[in-house]
């Protein structure tokens, strides 16, 4: 790559979107910079804003006859670094936050066509107003652009019934490092001909081109849907609950979420308006959510079966069953909240990892044994999706003890993530590689894997300009 970017090169990128979209000012480039944990302090003299497929393409064709390296960046809410340049003050960000048009939605044939730089929660409107779901949660959906979903195979709340976001994307329109465009903005369930290209770009964080568009599968709206707060003794427990809701409630068991007793005091704490939706404290909690194909009184027939059973085994101590949107609403707002609600509890530690669903209790007794051996008065705060087997296991400081945790915070991400690879288990289950996991790639992929990276990021990034230092 350059040395440095000079002034001429940096107007030739300039002219591409036009001055207003160029983004020189440091006071304006600084937002870009400023990723959402902070630990990623990066530099660039430059932000483009373009508005179209031809612009993306000018700008990559020139960045490879230049060597410039392009960090493309969505709504900045990744949580490993993929988004921001590096320190050195030679890479130039890519945003598509102007290319944000609806292209076509297809509710009979259950498709929506969106731009890259079109937020989450927009796309979930666009499909609500048509009559149809789609179905990808995020807490951090009304920032999120669904090109940054798309690029990290975002997980979310619903995979336990939907998939990641890499079974939801049907085409893409991407632009590969030298500029040229793959249309491949097809709507088809079937489709074997030749290699599936798109599933390349899928979670490749932007090393591999940038994704400027995507055909999303819909789905109808659920006729009724039930939400439940739970009581329960033991991760052991909540994962024998799962089991009998997935039995009595099959693909309409659409959330499976669980979390410790830590986390709602937090919440209890620091997140205003936030209540107990019990009336006594419990270890553990389950949120379950029924969506419904029938009828509301379906959904609330399934979750009350749910929890019947579940009283009858003595894995219920309490439950609560929303009786509205709102409260439901209320309720979710208390697992979305709980890592920033670590925030006002001092330094923490966050983990994005995988088992398979059978061995997360197992996990979380090793993991907390692990971290408490290393820091005792350490405060894991582990929650997550237990119908997928994803679980983030945070880790708060003890109180007052900031210094202590800190210097043991490499530790005690070393300790986590070899407990997950004891289970066989993933240290990236939905947040990604980026920087942040980037030298612990070689632990959990084979050399037959990773040169298989390198051959696949040679042949369509020769020069290296896409997302530098990234993955691999």
Not at 222 to 245: K, W
Not at 317 to 330: P, V
Not at 353 to 375: G, H, K, S, W, Y
Request: hydrophobic share 45%; net charge neutral.
């Amino acid at each position: 790559m350059t040395a440095a970017l000079s002034p001429d090169l940096i107007a030739r990128f300039a002219a591409i979107v036009g001055a207003a979209n160029a983004v020189t000012a440091p006071d304006a480039i600084r937002p870009y910079l400023a990723e959402r944990r902070g630990a990623f302090p990066g530099a660039t003299p430059l932000v483009l804003r373009p508005k179209s497929v031809a612009e993306v393409s000018a700008i990559l064709a020139l960045a490879d006859e230049t060597g410039t390296g392009i960090v493309p960046q969505g709504g900045n809410t990744g949580l490993v670094g993929a988004q921001v340049p590096d320190a050195s003050n030679r890479e130039i960000i890519v945003t598509l936050d102007r290319m944000n048009a609806i292209r076509s939605v297809d509710p009979d044939n259950d498709t929506i066509t969106v731009e890259a730089g079109v937020c989450l929660a927009c796309v979930k409107r666009a499909a609500e107003k048509a009559g149809r779901l789609f179905p990808l949660s995020l807490a951090s959906q009304e920032t999120a652009q669904i090109g940054g979903n798309i690029s990290s195979n975002a997980g979310g709340t619903a995979v336990l019934a939907y998939g990641n976001t890499r079974d939801l994307v049907l085409g893409l329109e991407v632009v590969l490092a030298g500029g040229e465009v793959i249309d491949g903005l097809r709507a088809l369930r079937k489709d074997n001909s030749g290699y599936d290209l798109k599933h390349l770009f899928i979670g490749a964080e932007g090393t591999l081109g940038i994704v400027t568009a995507a055909t999303l599968k819909l789905f109808p709206i659920p006729r009724g849907v039930a939400t439940a707060y739970v009581g329960v003794a033991s991760p052991e427990d909540a994962l024998a609950l799962f089991h009998i809701a997935r039995s009595i409630a099959g693909l309409e068991l659409t959330s499976f979420e669980f979390m410790p007793r830590i986390a709602l005091d937090f919440c209890l704490r620091h997140l205003d308006g936030a209540t107990d939706p019990l009336p006594a404290p419990h270890p553990w909690y389950v949120l379950a959510e029924v969506s419904s194909g029938r009828s509301a009184a379906a959904a609330r027939a399934d979750i009350e079966a749910i929890l019947g059973e579940g009283r009858s085994a003595g894995l219920v101590r309490d439950d609560r069953i929303a009786g509205s949107a709102e409260e439901a609403a209320a309720i979710w707002r208390l697992r979305y909240s709980i890592s920033d609600v670590q925030r006002p509890e001092g330094v923490s530690l966050k983990h994005d990892v995988a088992v398979p669903i059978r061995d997360v209790p197992a996990f979380l007794e090793a993991a907390t044994a692990a971290v408490r051996a290393i820091v005792p008065d350490c405060r894991p705060v582990p929650f997550g999706h237990l119908g997928d087997g994803n679980v983030h296991f945070n880790v708060s400081q003890p109180v007052g003890e900031a210094a202590v945790f800190r210097a043991a915070a490499r530790t005690i991400t070393a300790a986590i993530h070899e407990v997950a690879a004891t289970f066989r288990g993933s240290i990236a289950a939905e947040h990604g590689i980026g920087q942040m996991k980037r030298t612990l790639l070689p632990f959990v992929r084979s050399g037959v894997e990773l040169a298989t990276m390198r051959k696949l990021k040679a042949a369509l990034d020769p020069k290296g300009i896409m997302n530098p230092g990234k993955i691999l």
